[in-house]
């Protein structure tokens, strides 16, 4: 089994040749170790995929597709359900390691949106995020190793075998089906996981959980529809460790008054939205810098409303924690307001929900679509926080000083807002083999 001795002399091999003299007095090499992002896209390489070239990428990707994720391998973007029933999806590099359970290492695999590193990004293909870096030592975040077969070995597991289920609540006022009255997350993390993931040299990177033995990520989608029933079958093909890729359905969103802020949604610190967005409990998360805050912190602010439209009245579709809640598996998801997108430096992949909740009849209600629109809507009595937000006032927003924090933290990395003409094309190949 290789070493990361050998790992990195195979890389290296051409500038060994090269400096090799005939000469019995020349001095021997003194190799540097090999570096992180090496190691990550050596380990696509022997799982029969092929590793990000950032001097030579694979799909180069128009402005209209406007695409965040240069190694994202291929994207579906029709959303007819009755063509498509998964709706929009990305197919994404997955890489293999170990993660540490009660019964010893067992393999995990998981895919990489961001890294906190500038040149660690660039490599990956990945979205540079500096702002991870201030998980460091807040208890929210794991760390990681190397075992000498250049593979991460995580300090935490998950466990993918639950059922996901949900029962919507009961009417209370102008609430209807949000809040849940019972949920249960179709994965939970253990207390040592988390997706902001240390590295040995110091960088952070957002490292998502999407399959081990115990079973797949419910955003896995199954060809025949992901059904429920369906969402740990190991033998799906849209999960192809032989390819080193995985497919995972994409969520809308609003952001600066534009649709199709599509992203996917991987693990949260509370088994609401969990069960809600389809995603990985894992409660280590909300130890991570700080809520309500920005822009303070690992986080960003986003924010969802309680009791947005039910029905699709202007073609603008229908919007809500509560359409969600309603609704069928998969069939809605919650299309929530987002502030800014990954080119500005200020993004997080971690997103601290900011809940809205209407206080007019819902022929009343309009599509939130940015938070200037929020905070009018907020200032006129439009629109009041949660009650069931965490935080009894705002806390230093600079993005709203009206929105409080419910507390609970989501990962959604942000992949692509392409422009209306991109929706019903792919790119790349959108499927594996």
């Given at each position: 089994?290789?070493n990361l001795r050998t790992i990195f002399l195979s890389l290296?091999?051409?500038?060994?040749?090269?400096?090799?003299?005939?000469?019995?007095?020349?001095?021997?090499?003194?190799?540097?170790?090999?570096?992180?992002?090496?190691?990550?896209?050596?380990?696509?390489?022997q799982d029969g995929g092929v590793p990000y070239d950032a001097?030579?990428?694979?799909?180069?990707?128009?402005?209209?597709?406007?695409?965040?994720?240069?190694?994202?391998?291929?994207?579906?973007?029709?959303?007819?359900?009755?063509?498509?029933?998964?709706?929009?999806?990305?197919?994404?590099?997955?890489?293999?390691?170990?993660?540490?359970?009660?019964?010893?290492?067992?393999?995990?695999?998981?895919?990489?949106?961001?890294?906190?590193?500038?040149?660690?990004?660039?490599?990956?293909?990945?979205?540079?995020?500096?702002?991870?870096?201030?998980?460091?030592?807040?208890?929210?975040?794991?760390?990681?190793?190397?075992?000498?077969?250049?593979?991460?070995?995580?300090?935490?597991?998950?466990?993918?075998?639950?059922?996901?289920?949900?029962?919507?609540?009961?009417?209370?006022?102008?609430?209807?089906?949000?809040?849940?009255?019972?949920?249960?997350?179709?994965?939970?993390?253990?207390?040592?996981?988390?997706?902001?993931?240390?590295?040995?040299?110091?960088?952070?990177?957002?490292?998502?959980?999407?399959?081990?033995?115990?079973?797949?990520?419910?955003?896995?989608?199954?060809?025949?529809?992901?059904?429920?029933?369906?969402?740990?079958?190991?033998?799906?093909?849209?999960?192809?460790?032989?390819?080193?890729?995985?497919?995972?359905?994409?969520?809308?969103?609003?952001?600066?008054?534009?649709?199709?802020?599509?992203?996917?949604?991987?693990?949260?610190?509370?088994?609401?939205?969990?069960t809600i967005e389809l995603g990985v409990f894992a409660p280590?998360?909300?130890?991570?810098?700080?809520?309500?805050?920005?822009?303070?912190?690992?986080?960003?602010?986003?924010?969802?409303?309680?009791?947005?439209?039910?029905?699709?009245?202007?073609?603008?579709?229908?919007?809500?924690?509560?359409?969600?809640?309603?609704?069928?598996?998969?069939?809605?998801?919650?299309?929530?307001?987002?502030?800014?997108?990954?080119?500005?430096?200020?993004?997080?992949?971690?997103?601290?929900?900011?809940?809205?909740?209407?206080?007019?009849?819902?022929?009343?209600?309009?599509?939130?679509?940015?938070?200037?629109?929020?905070?009018?809507?907020?200032?006129?009595?439009?629109?009041?926080?949660?009650?069931?937000?965490?935080?009894?006032?705002?806390?230093?927003?600079?993005?709203?000083?009206?929105?409080?924090?419910?507390?609970?933290?989501?990962?959604?990395?942000?992949?692509?807002?392409?422009?209306?003409?991109?929706?019903?094309?792919?790119?790349?190949?959108?499927?594996?083999?």
């Amino acid at each position: 089994m290789k070493n990361l001795r050998t790992i990195f002399l195979s890389l290296m091999a051409c500038s060994i040749f090269v400096a090799c003299s005939d000469d019995d007095d020349s001095p021997g090499i003194d190799l540097p170790p090999p570096s992180e992002a090496s190691l990550l896209l050596e380990s696509i390489r022997q799982d029969g995929g092929v590793p990000y070239d950032a001097d030579n990428p694979i799909l180069t990707f128009t402005a209209d597709q406007n695409v965040f994720l240069p190694s994202v391998l291929g994207i579906d973007y029709r959303t007819d359900r009755s063509i498509v029933p998964a709706g929009p999806t990305a197919r994404f590099p997955m890489f293999k390691g170990w993660e540490t359970t009660s019964n010893g290492p067992r393999e995990l695999y998981y895919v990489i949106t961001e890294a906190s590193d500038r040149d660690l990004a660039r490599d990956l293909g990945v979205i540079f995020s500096p702002r991870m870096a201030a998980s460091i030592g807040s208890g929210g975040e794991q760390n990681a190793t190397w075992t000498d077969e250049g593979r991460l070995v995580f300090e935490g597991s998950v466990d993918f075998s639950p059922k996901r289920s949900l029962i919507a609540g009961p009417q209370d006022g102008l609430l209807f089906g949000f809040p849940p009255a019972e949920v249960n997350p179709g994965a939970i993390a253990d207390a040592r996981w988390s997706s902001y993931v240390v590295l040995p040299g110091g960088a952070v990177i957002n490292a998502q959980p999407v399959a081990n033995s115990t079973g797949i990520h419910d955003r896995i989608p199954h060809p025949d529809g992901n059904g429920p029933g369906q969402e740990d079958d190991l033998n799906n093909p849209n999960f192809a460790p032989d390819q080193a890729a995985v497919v995972m359905q994409l969520l809308d969103g609003w952001q600066n008054g534009k649709p199709y802020y599509f992203h996917i949604v991987t693990d949260t610190s509370d088994p609401g939205p969990a069960t809600i967005e389809l995603g990985v409990f894992a409660p280590r998360l909300a130890q991570l810098p700080t809520f309500g805050l920005f822009p303070g912190g690992s986080m960003l602010p986003f924010s969802p409303t309680a009791n947005g439209r039910t029905t699709d009245t202007d073609g603008n579709g229908v919007q809500g924690l509560n359409s969600a809640s309603l609704s069928d598996r998969q069939v809605q998801d919650p299309t929530n307001t987002f502030p800014i997108d990954p080119r500005d430096e200020r993004y997080a992949p971690m997103w601290d929900a900011h809940i809205t909740e209407f206080t007019v009849a819902e022929s009343e209600r309009p599509i939130l679509r940015s938070f200037d629109q929020i905070n009018e809507l907020l200032a006129d009595g439009t629109l009041i926080p949660f009650r069931g937000n965490a935080n009894p006032s705002p806390l230093a927003n600079s993005l709203s000083n009206l929105l409080t924090a419910t507390g609970a933290i989501i990962n959604c990395p942000v992949i692509t807002q392409p422009e209306a003409n991109v929706i019903g094309t792919q790119i790349g190949t959108p499927r594996n083999n």
